[in-house]
Each structure stands twice: as structure tokens, then as C-alpha cells.
């Protein structure tokens, strides 16, 4: 978004102007991040319509606490008002002005069969548009085409680029920023790497993934999420998986590791390995 100002604004006063944009691998895996954490369960919808049902009055208004229903959600405050903005594109509910703490406004419409269908082509599209920006970004990222072109076609503008310096990296590798050395955090052993990936995998790794990463698999878990962007990937690819995932189980009834519970446990270092 910043970047994107830069661009957009950089050089309006006529003089040369430069936006500099930083990105690595692990952004990736932090973006494909976001937008998952953005997906809704299908329930979810009729769920919150049921539960602002049961609270309407008489002309079914409704308001209640944000904070209490995100809770309730299982998402926070952003998924609440995601899920509302959904249910308005239905026209099933129409919001009110309210304070950021309360959730307001009156039903317009039951949540019944086509109800919930509009509310699903709502999340669809949303969906749609995020996975769509996701690739645009990346694709400018790691393309090879004049960026000074990208952008101003980006913002609708079809002049032929005239650059009075210097045009862009792709033009002229020597405005390429050289990135600093790796990560201050240094790889000393086959416990640092795993407990680095249990540490540092967005989103987290159970067990096998992170025996996986430390062994530097190539699955498509592991290129979809940019695990192969840590700095502890493939950093013991010379041992066999499985001794590497022995040692991922020692480390856990040392007390170093911790699994969580659940259908798919995922690792935590220990707060007292952490130190
Ligand atoms: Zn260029």
C-alpha cells in the first residue's frame, strides 16, 4: 500500500522521484496468510444472521457489543465486520451507523435458501478479488518487464514511458537494491533449524511439515506457503527425514518444543527454549 502511493504520487512535482519496494519469499507465505485467515466456513454466515435474529425486536433491530459476538464468531473484530458487509451485499441486513464497539442496524430480509446464496457469491467474489490482487502484486514483483510501463498502465495511463533518468531495475539492474546479508539468525545446528522453523513458519508447521522444510522437501505445501523462503530450509537436507523428525520428537519430550492440541497439532518453541 505504501508502494503504492509512492508510485502513484512519486514525481508530481515534476522532479525524478524513486519508490522502493521490499519484498522477499516469506512475504508470500504471510500474504497467502492473511487471505486465508479472510476465508469464512460456511455456516458462519447463518450463524451470525441467527444470532442477530434472536436479539431483534419487534421491527427486527438489532445492536449488540462487537467484541462479545467476534468472540462468539471464533474471528476477530475484521471478520465480524466482513461478515456483515456480506450479509448487507445479500440484503439480508441493513447496517446502521454505530460506534466501532457495536454491531447495528435492522434486518431487511429473512437469511433463507437464496438469501444464503447471495451471501455465498459475496464471499466468493471477495475471495476471488484478494487471490487476483495476490497474483497481480507477485506478478509485478517477480516479473521482468519495465516496471515504469506496469505502472502507469496500472494507473491508466497508455503514454510510452519517458523516463528523464534513471527508468527502473528491470531497465537498469544497477538501481537493483542489493538485499543484506541473510538473516542475522545463523543456522549452527539441526536444533536451531527446527526450532527457527517452529518459530518462524507462517503459518505454523506441525512435526512431518517441519522435518519436511528443515530437510528442504519440495512439496506443494511447502512451495504454496514459501517455506522454502525461511532461513532454516534445507539447512539439514543431507540427513534422512526421519532422523531429522526423530530428533523434532526428542526436542518435544525435552520440553523445548511444544505441539498443540487439536485435529492438526502445529509446533510452539518452548518459552523457556525461547530465552
Ligand atoms: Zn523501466
Not at 479472510?38 to 419487534?58: C, F, N, T
Not at 497508455?158 to 543484506?180: F, I, K, Y
Request: hydrophobic share 40%.
Amino acid at each position: 500500500e505504501a508502494y503504492y502511493q509512492e508510485a502513484g504520487r512519486g514525481g508530481r512535482d515534476g522532479l525524478p522521484a524513486r519508490a522502493l519496494l521490499v519484498a522477499e519469499n516469506r512475504d508470500k507465505a504471510l500474504h497467502v496468510h492473511f487471505i486465508k485467515q479472510d476465508e469464512v466456513e460456511d455456516g458462519l454466515p447463518g450463524w451470525l444472521a441467527d444470532r442477530l435474529g434472536a436479539s431483534a425486536d419487534g421491527d427486527g433491530r438489532y445492536s449488540l457489543e462487537a467484541p462479545q459476538l467476534a468472540r462468539e464468531l471464533g474471528g476477530g473484530a475484521d471478520k465480524l465486520r466482513s461478515l456483515v458487509g456480506h450479509l448487507a451485499r445479500a440484503e439480508v441486513l441493513e447496517p446502521s451507523p454505530a460506534p466501532l464497539d457495536r454491531v447495528a442496524g435492522r434486518f431487511a430480509a429473512k437469511f433463507d435458501g437464496r438469501a444464503a446464496a447471495r451471501c455465498r457469491a459475496s464471499i466468493d467474489e471477495a475471495a476471488r478479488v484478494r487471490w487476483r490482487q495476490y497474483r497481480e502484486i507477485w506478478a509485478y514483483v517477480e516479473g521482468d518487464a519495465c516496471r515504469r510501463r506496469a505502472i502507469l498502465v496500472h494507473f491508466g495511463d497508455r503514454t510510452e514511458p519517458q523516463p528523464g533518468g534513471p527508468c527502473c531495475d528491470v531497465c537498469d539492474p544497477s538501481l537493483r537494491v542489493t538485499a543484506p546479508p541473510p538473516a542475522p539468525e545463523t543456522i549452527a545446528d539441526l536444533d536451531a533449524a527446527i526450532l527457527s522453523v517452529a518459530r518462524g513458519a507462517r503459518p505454523s508447521v506441525g512435526r512431518t511439515l517441519c522435518a519436511e522444510i528443515v530437510h528442504g522437501g519440495r512439496s506443494q505445501k511447502i512451495k504454496r506457503n514459501s517455506y522454502d523462503g525461511l532461513p532454516a530450509y534445507a539447512a539439514s537436507s543431507q540427513m534422512r527425514r526421519a532422523d531429522i523428525l526423530g530428533r523434532v520428537d526428542q526436542l518435544i519430550s525435552e520440553g523445548r518444543l511444544e505441539t498443540t492440541g487439536g485435529p492438526y497439532p502445529v509446533l510452539r518453541v518452548a518459552a523457556a527454549a525461547a530465552a
